[in-house]
T-cell receptor, first 114, second 107 residues
Framework: DTGVSQNPRHKITKRGQNVTFRCDPI?????LYWYRQTLGQGPEFLTY????????KSRLLSDRFSAERPKGSFSTLEIQRTEQGDSAMYLC????????????FGSGTRLTVV | KNEVEQSPQNLTAQEGEFITINCSYS?????LHWLQQHPGGGIVSLFM???GKKKHGRLIATINIQEKHSSLHITASHPRDSAVYIC?????????FGTGTSLTVIP
């Protein structure tokens, strides 16, 4: 297993376009998390899944953001009608249960909205 | 006010020094995490704590639930420890992150 994989690594898009990111977690991990990190700030929680069920969404998450994990394996995060403020690194992590020490993070997708 | 506060924001140490990074939080938590983020952006989970103390190699993490405070200690620091250390807490299925402590260890 090569860890948590995120694609694409970088995405540049025009304001108003929709974008979709993909996260492939470690195969035996049942929990998958999405975070957003802007420059100079700590990560911000967006949402998490246990298997295919989305158990929690951040209260700060706009309706333009939606995430799915249809078969309990990979997940997609879609941002509709992107805004410049959406420019950030989008990080995915996975864990088995509540994680213990076993949270594994992907390398992230860096989104730039121009 | 942020739910999670870290101090110091920046820290420079000489190789070999004992380092302490502090984290205070204001919400009830079910767990606290210490994360390490390298300059390339990759994040590694170091510890998850709900009570007491954990040790892994030269890293030690402690938590005091009553005082809502955690510390991350690095013994015999090394230049490869240079990174941003982030404290994160889980509260009511929400996650809150500190803004990180940027550590530079000088040879």
């Amino acid at each position: 297993d090569t860890g948590v994989s995120q694609n694409p690594r970088h995405k540049i898009t025009k304001r108003g376009q929709n974008v979709t990111f993909r996260c492939d977690p470690i195969s035996e991990h049942n929990r998958l998390y999405w975070y957003r990190q802007t420059l100079g700030q700590g990560p911000e929680f967006l949402t998490y899944f246990q298997n295919e069920a989305q158990l929690e969404k951040s209260r700060l998450l706009s309706d333009r953001f939606s995430a799915e994990r249809p078969k309990g394996s990979f997940s997609t995060l879609e941002i509709q009608r992107t805004e410049q403020g959406d420019s950030a690194m989008y990080l995915c992590a996975s864990s088995l249960g509540q994680g213990g020490r076993g949270y594994t993070f992907g390398s992230g997708t860096r989104l730039t909205v121009v | 006010k942020n739910e999670v506060e870290q101090s110091p924001q920046n820290l420079t140490a000489q190789e070999g020094e004992f380092i302490t990074i502090n984290c205070s939080y204001s919400v009830g938590i079910s767990a606290l995490h210490w994360l390490q983020q390298h300059p390339g952006g990759g994040i590694v989970s170091l510890f998850m704590l709900s009570s007491g103390k954990k040790k892994h190699g030269r890293l030690i993490a402690t938590i005091n639930i009553q005082e809502k405070h955690s510390s991350l200690h690095i013994t015999a620091s090394h230049p490869r420890d240079s990174a941003v250390y982030i404290c994160a807490v889980r509260s009511d299925n929400q996650f809150y992150f500190g803004t990180g402590t940027s550590l530079t260890v000088i040879p």
